[in-house]
Nanobody
Framework: VQLQASGGGVVQAGGSLRLSCVAS????????QSWFRQAPGKPRELVAG???????NYGDSVKGRFTISRDNAKNTLYLQMNSLEPEDTAVYYC?????????WGQGTQVTVSS
C-alpha cells in the first residue's frame, strides 16, 4: 500500500485546512485508516481514525474541530480541520492498517500562526 498525503500549508489561527491522502496498491485489504501528527520535540499522536466499518474516533484535543472522512471511489482519506490553533502545528501523516501491518504516508506540514 502506498499513501500520498497533501493539503498542508500555513494558516492563521481560527482558519481551516483540508488534508487528503490517496491510497494505492492493495486497497481492498485496508482495515483502518488514520491521521497522526507530530510536533517538534513531541511524540507522534493519533488525530483521528476510521475503520472499514466506518467506526470513527478522535484525539481529545481535536474533537469538535476536526472531521475524518473518506471517498472510497477516489481511494482518498480526508481530514477537515476547522478552528485551527497554533497548538495544531505539526507534520500530519496518514496511516493505513493492512493485516496488522502499518503503512505511512510521507507527511504534510501544517503551520498555524497566532
Amino acid at each position: 500500500v502506498q499513501l500520498q498525503a497533501s493539503g498542508g500549508g500555513v494558516v492563521q489561527a481560527g482558519g481551516s485546512l483540508r488534508l487528503s491522502c490517496v491510497a494505492s496498491g492493495d486497497i481492498d485489504s485496508i482495515s483502518g485508516q488514520s491521521w497522526f501528527r507530530q510536533a517538534p520535540g513531541k511524540p507522534r499522536e493519533l488525530v483521528a481514525g476510521i475503520t472499514s466499518r466506518d467506526i470513527i474516533n478522535y484525539g481529545d484535543s481535536v474533537k469538535g474541530r476536526f472531521t475524518i472522512s473518506r471517498d472510497n471511489a477516489k481511494n482518498t482519506l480526508y481530514l477537515q480541520m476547522n478552528s485551527l490553533e497554533p497548538e495544531d502545528t505539526a507534520v500530519y501523516y496518514c496511516h493505513a492498517a493492512v493485516r496488522s501491518v502499518g503503512y505511512w504516508g510521507q507527511g504534510t506540514q501544517v503551520t498555524v500562526s497566532s
